[in-house]
């Protein structure tokens, strides 16, 4: 996408009923919405007992990552603010109740009700001032603060977004943290620009034993997670570090042709990248005949 | 579960319940998610809630002894998941502000002056 979507109007006016189709018909969006919501839900930790859960899902839209939450076989709540998705989210008759409210209002749900949470790439609208009477910072704090309310104990609420700035990302963990959670921010493939997805983890009340936020998804596991331990005192929170993830510029490669060592650097670096590279073996970048 | 957000709200749980039309979805019996969700349900307002949508069965009382019998898991199953409200609204039990029903789903936005 040129631009971001945030950019250009608000998310009522933004998914109308043309977009909100265009959407759920486009075979990439309902791919990539199912991995993320997949890999949210794994994040989630919830326990492995057979009992269904109800949870929440923030920002449903049309109900494609609902639909992960039913085959896990849990049940949902889904909200969302433009009206277009929700109708689209009828037809496609998903299994949760859906309401149409918006998250920064504040979620109008008791307390203790949910025990857990996720939203997919949702969070990031909240940082717009649509209408003149919004302020963003009000409506984060009413959406955190409900939140934290609605969730049981030591449930956890799991939000993949894209944050448009290093700024927004400490905005939004900011006001997390005021509401009481703890966690912190996962990033798969941190090295790859296009695979690189942001997850916020955030836990309600005391951590439990292995509440540990986990690490992120890259090639040989590496330990991709920007661990802000976000504890209740902290005012001075430590700064998000994702920057370091940033591909360094590479040095100059020796002019003199491309030999064995820039080859294997190349291979460790699409592996990295997370695609899929043969095994490096004597024949990598063995001197051919020159009539190859 | 859904309470009134307007601020200043103070006791804006339950809300009331203007059914106009009701529909009743199938879902499967799991004895394990009711259990789980026994504790959570606040169990005064599930009958009000339930016999304005037009369905009297549950007894008006419960303990937590209750659950381990089938028949009043399966009458809880049928209030809690099976009635769904198609038509009508919610409304503030304080304010009397009514949330339109429509299709299933509840409008809960919030006017900018109620926020």
């Known amino acids: ?292 | 579960m859904l309470s009134c957000n307007i601020k200043g709200v103070t006791n804006g749980f339950p809300l009331r319940i203007e059914a106009e039309k009701v529909v009743e979805k199938q879902v499967d019996f799991n004895a394990d998610f009711l259990k789980n969700m026994f504790p959570k349900i606040e169990w005064k307002a599930l009958v009000a809630a339930a016999k304005s949508m037009g369905y009297t069965d549950l007894p008006d009382q419960a303990e937590s002894s209750m659950i381990d019998s089938e028949e009043f898991l399966k009458k809880f199953h049928h209030a809690l998941l099976q009635l769904h409200l198609e038509e009508g609204a919610l409304i503030c039990p304080e304010t009397g502000r009514r949330f339109p029903v429509n299709k299933g789903i509840p409008n809960m936005l919030l006017h900018e002056d109620e926020v």
């Open chain 1, 1 to 292: 996408m040129a631009s971001r979507p945030e950019l250009q109007a608000p998310p009522d006016i933004f998914y109308d009923d043309a977009e909100a189709r265009k959407y759920t018909s486009s075979s990439r969006i309902i791919e990539i919405q199912a991995e993320l919501s997949e890999r949210a839900l794994e994040l989630l930790a919830l326990p492995d007992d057979g009992v269904p859960r109800l949870l929440l899902d923030i920002g449903c839209g049309s109900g494609l990552s609902g639909e992960s939450i039913s085959d896990h076989g849990h049940q949902w709540i889904g909200l969302d603010i433009s009206h277009s998705m929700l109708s689209v989210a009828l037809e496609r008759d998903v299994e949760g109740d859906l309401i149409h409210s918006d998250m920064g209002q504040g979620l109008a749900l008791r307390s203790g009700v949910i025990d857990g949470a996720i939203s997919i790439s949702a969070v990031q609208w909240l940082c717009n001032a649509d209408k003149s009477s919004d302020e963003p910072r009000l409506r984060l704090k009413a959406f955190f603060e409900s939140l934290y309310r609605c969730l049981g104990r030591g449930a956890r609420a799991v939000f993949q977004f894209y944050p448009e700035n290093l700024a927004q990302r400490e905005l939004i963990l900011g006001f997390a943290m005021r509401a009481g959670f703890a966690g912190g921010v996962v990033v798969d493939y941190p090295h790859s620009t296009k695979r690189r997805k942001e997850f916020l983890v955030l836990t309600c009340g005391p951590p439990s034993l292995g509440a540990a936020v986990p690490n992120g998804k890259g090639e040989n596991a590496d330990s991709c997670s920007d661990n802000d331990e976000l504890s209740g005192d902290d005012e001075n929170q430590t700064v998000c570090i994702s920057d370091r993830h940033r591909p360094r510029k590479r040095q100059k490669t020796n002019k003199k042709g491309k030999g064995r060592q820039w080859v294997l650097k190349k291979k460790e670096q699409m592996r990295r990248k997370g695609n899929a590279v043969p095994p490096d073996t004597k024949y990598t970048a063995r001197k051919r005949k020159a009539r190859f």
